[in-house]
């Protein structure tokens, strides 16, 4: 799965339209470096928040920091 997906262009990325939240660890060990920016980038209006000192596992590892996140982003709109 990891070689194929996500399989998603940045076409299809530039036509979403949400709010989008994308939030990872800073020292993420799984997804390839630049590719929660690449994604945020790509996703008009898209919010790119990084955790420091976290990786792919930052929702376990830092979970009242990644709540914290993830309830601004949604309190706000």
């Known amino acids: 799965m990891w070689l194929t997906e996500p ?11 949400s709010p989008t939240l994308i939030l ?11 590719h929660a920016a690449t ?8 919010e790119l928040v990084l955790l420091p000192g976290v990786g792919h596992f930052a929702i376990s590892e830092k979970p009242a920091e990644w709540n914290k996140v993830v309830l601004d982003f949604l309190k706000d709109r």
């Not at 399989?7 to 339209?17: G, K, N, P, V, W």
């Not at 990872?24 to 630049?34: C, I, L, S, T, Y």
């Not at 945020?40 to 898209?46: K, L, S």
Request: proline share 3%; charged share 25%; no cysteine.
């Open 7 to 17: 399989d998603f262009t940045a076409q299809e990325l530039a036509s979403i339209q």
């Open 24 to 34: 990872d660890g800073a020292v993420e060990e799984v997804v390839r470096a630049g």
């Open 39 to 46: 994604i945020a980038e790509a996703i008009p209006n898209a």
